[in-house]
Nanobody, 122 residues
Framework: QAQLVESGGGLVQAGDSLRLSCAAS????????MGWFRQAPGKEREFVAA????????YYADSAKGRFTVSRDNAKNTVYLQMNSLKPEDTAVYYC???????????????WGQGTQVTVSS
């Protein structure tokens, strides 16, 4: 059974860095593009970043570009989200997801993790 498990969330101060990991199992990892989404309290879930099948192309929301970096290690069946210069508005539950294409839209993703909480204090 396909499964995605996020880790690396926590409580940090504004300006700090954090790296999220998403471990995949039960699927041919290199056949999927991978994406990151987040949902803050009282807001809809939004796209953050995505990476193509072999990691050669990346995509970012405007809020993430320049601060966040998405990457993948197909040998480890893992996708990462490096988050630098964190701001309080980055506070959210972060989800990883698998898609046939590296799309910035939620409905393209077939498999979802349960999420990991990121809290940025001011």
């Amino acid at each position: 059974q396909a499964q995605l498990v996020e880790s690396g969330g926590g409580l940090v101060q504004a300006g700090d860095s954090l790296r999220l990991s998403c471990a995949a199992s039960g699927l041919t990892f290199s056949s999927y593009a991978m994406g990151w989404f987040r949902q803050a309290p009282g807001k809809e879930r939004e796209f953050v970043a995505a990476v193509s099948w072999r990691g050669d192309s990346t995509y970012y929301a405007d809020s993430a570009k320049g601060r966040f970096t998405v990457s993948r290690d197909n040998a480890k069946n893992t996708v990462y989200l490096q988050m630098n210069s964190l701001k309080p508005e980055d506070t959210a539950v972060y989800y990883c997801a698998a898609s046939q294409v590296p799309a910035p839209i939620e409905h393209e993703y077939d498999i979802w993790g349960q999420g990991t909480q990121v809290t940025v204090s001011s």
